[in-house]
C-alpha cells in the first residue's frame, strides 16, 4: 500500500527492505524496482554519485570541491553525500552561496544553507550578490523567457494564418461572412503586434545583459540592427 509518492517515482510504501530486511516504512523506487528503508537509501544514493564521480574522472584524492548550495533538496542531498564520500576518497568539500540580496526571502534562505552547512560538518563561503548581480539574473531571465515567449507567439501566429485562410475560404463558399474574416484578420493583427512587441523586449534584454556582463556590446547592438533591418 503506498503511504505517500513524491510524483517522482519514489512512493513510501509498506514492506521489507531489499538491502537489510526492515520491514518498517519503506521507499520503493520504481526507476530501479528496488524497495530500501531509509538508512540503506542513503547508502544507495551515496554510492550512485560515488560511481558518477569515478565513471567521469570529475575529481582526484585531496582535490577540493566547492559545491553551490542553494537550500533546496537536490544541492543539500549532495552537500550530505559528498561529505561522507570525501572521508572515503580523500577529497575537501567546501558549500558555496549566493545571497541575492532579495530581501527576507534572501535572509531565510541564507539561514537554512547555514543550519545545513553546520550538520554536515562543511565550511560555508557566503558570496553576496549586489545591484550589479541583480541586473544581469534579471535580465538573464528576461532573455531566456523572452525566446519561450517568441516562440509561443510565433507558433500563434501560424494558427491565425491558418483561420484567416479558412475564414476566406469559407467566406468565397458562402459558409462565413465579411465580418468573420475581418475578426480572423483582427485576432492575426493582435498576435502580430504581441510578436513584434516581444522580439523588441528580448532585444533590448539581450543588449542590457551583454552590457552588464562586460561582452561584446558593439558586435550584438549590430547584429540586433540586423535583425531589426531584415524585419522591416
Same mark, same amino acid.
Given at each position: *500500500?503506498?503511504?505517500?509518492?513524491?510524483?517522482?517515482?519514489?512512493?513510501?510504501?509498506?514492506?521489507?527492505?531489499?538491502?537489510?530486511?526492515?520491514?518498517?516504512?519503506?521507499? =520503493?523506487?520504481?526507476?530501479?524496482? #528496488?524497495? #530500501?528503508?531509509?538508512?540503506?537509501?542513503?547508502?544507495?544514493?551515496?554510492?550512485?554519485?560515488?560511481?558518477?564521480?569515478?565513471?567521469?574522472? *570529475? +575529481?582526484?584524492?585531496?582535490? /577540493?570541491?566547492?559545491?553551490?548550495?542553494?537550500?533546496?533538496?537536490?544541492?543539500?542531498?549532495? #552537500?550530505?553525500? +559528498?561529505?561522507?564520500?570525501? *572521508?572515503?576518497?580523500?577529497?575537501?568539500?567546501?558549500?558555496?552561496?549566493?545571497?541575492?540580496?532579495?530581501?527576507?526571502?534572501?535572509?531565510?534562505?541564507?539561514?537554512?544553507?547555514?543550519?545545513?552547512?553546520?550538520?554536515?560538518?562543511?565550511?560555508?563561503?557566503?558570496?553576496?550578490?549586489?545591484?550589479?548581480?541583480?541586473?544581469?539574473?534579471?535580465?538573464?531571465?528576461?532573455?531566456?523567457?523572452?525566446?519561450?515567449?517568441? =516562440?509561443?507567439?510565433?507558433?500563434?501566429?501560424?494558427?491565425?494564418?491558418?483561420?484567416?485562410?479558412?475564414?476566406?475560404?469559407?467566406?468565397?463558399?458562402?459558409?462565413?461572412?465579411?465580418?468573420?474574416? +475581418?475578426?480572423?484578420?483582427?485576432?492575426?493583427?493582435?498576435? #502580430?503586434?504581441?510578436?513584434?512587441?516581444? /522580439?523588441?523586449?528580448?532585444?533590448?534584454?539581450?543588449?542590457? +545583459?551583454?552590457?552588464?556582463?562586460?561582452?561584446?556590446?558593439?558586435?550584438?547592438?549590430?547584429?540586433?540592427?540586423?535583425?531589426?533591418?531584415?524585419?522591416?
Amino acid at each position: *500500500m503506498i503511504i505517500a509518492s513524491d510524483g517522482h517515482g519514489v512512493d513510501l510504501v509498506e514492506g521489507r527492505c531489499r538491502i537489510c530486511g526492515d520491514s518498517t516504512e519503506i521507499l =520503493r523506487l520504481t526507476e530501479f524496482n #528496488l524497495k #530500501l528503508c531509509r538508512h540503506c537509501f542513503v547508502r544507495f544514493f551515496e554510492r550512485r554519485v560515488r560511481r558518477a564521480l569515478e565513471k567521469h574522472a *570529475m +575529481l582526484g584524492e585531496r582535490d /577540493r570541491v566547492v559545491l553551490a548550495v542553494s537550500g533546496g533538496k537536490d544541492s543539500t542531498a549532495l #552537500l550530505f553525500a +559528498l561529505k561522507r564520500l570525501g *572521508m572515503v576518497m580523500d577529497f575537501e568539500i567546501r558549500a558555496l552561496h549566493f545571497h541575492l540580496n532579495m530581501g527576507e526571502f534572501s535572509d531565510l534562505n541564507l539561514e537554512v544553507v547555514r543550519e545545513q552547512a553546520d550538520i554536515a560538518g562543511v565550511p560555508l563561503e557566503v558570496v553576496r550578490i549586489g545591484d550589479l548581480g541583480l541586473r544581469v539574473h534579471r535580465e538573464f531571465r528576461a532573455v531566456t523567457e523572452g525566446v519561450a515567449r517568441i =516562440r509561443a507567439l510565433e507558433q500563434a501566429l501560424r494558427s491565425a494564418d491558418q483561420v484567416v485562410t479558412a475564414n476566406r475560404r469559407s467566406y468565397e463558399a458562402g459558409t462565413r461572412t465579411v465580418l468573420d474574416v +475581418l475578426n480572423a484578420e483582427q485576432q492575426r493583427q493582435s498576435v #502580430l503586434r504581441d510578436l513584434a512587441q516581444a /522580439r523588441y523586449e528580448y532585444l533590448l534584454a539581450r543588449v542590457r +545583459l551583454v552590457s552588464l556582463s562586460g561582452g561584446d556590446v558593439e558586435g550584438t547592438i549590430a547584429g540586433v540592427d540586423g535583425v531589426l533591418r531584415g524585419a522591416q
